[in-house]
């Protein structure tokens, strides 16, 4: 079973210092086989903020920890509009990483990380065809029974991102992109940008989309809060290419804790929720639901 945390939109220079050491020593505790950072690990793309992230990456890899991390449309400067445009993702290079195409395969996932943040939009992203390209090939090499995992900051898909059920734009060449994950054989997406937590099945939000599950992480430390949803970010367990549970873990003013826990099975056409788990209250048991539907 491949343990994997998964956080996003960090927003050094807009984020709760407190809420960062607390998500460091959960992080240090449970001790994760991969740390996914899916983009925005700053505010404006400033110097002293990516110093910050980067100060804040050494802790955990000096604590043991491996990571595989993505920028954000945030990472790329907005008001610097010379390098905006000549070098958007120059200091994101020098403080975080230089591969923009990150790959980690162990004996049980394959995960491929993407850059959608480009200098054209102010906060939209998007895939070109080298980007699918790269999807496509890396993937085909994976054994069959391994878990394919694509991360972006950028969801491929229109996400429900308000309470009226307003959706957002998908990312640019959203269709292509679609149709190169499921060549891919893609089983989870996993992304951010919303600050919202939200897993659905890729099938039930556009048609031939393949047999992925959609998972978003909502900001693990930004004070940039969305819809009253607190501060999070997602703990996976991922058994087999067909099993997994996603667990909540939730900041409530003093630590984070477990708000949900979802187990998942794929029959070959989609995902399933076949077991949920209601949050556990003080001095009690977790109860089990009945099974649910994505």
Sequence with gaps: MARIAHLSDIHFGANDPRIVDAATAWLEERRPDLVIISGDFTQRARVAQFRQAAAWLGRLHAAGLRTLVVPGNHDVPLYDVVRRFMAPLRRYKRYISNALCPFYEDDEVAILGLNTARSLTIKDGRINHDQMDILRRRFATVAPDKTRILVTHHPLFAMPIGKGGELSEAVGRHEDAVQAACQAGVHLALA???????????????????????????????????????????????????????QVIVWDGAGFRRASHVDYAHDGQGWTARDVIDPPRVGAEPRRAGAARV
Excluded: C
């Design 192 to 246: 951010g940008h919303f600050h919202r937590t939200y897993a659905q099945a890729a099938q039930k939000m556009v048609a031939h989309s393949g047999g992925a599950l959609v998972i978003q992480a909502g900001t693990a430390t930004s004070t940039r809060l969305r819809n009253d949803e607190p501060q999070s970010f997602n703990w996976l367990h991922v058994r087999r290419h067909d099993e997994m549970e996603l």
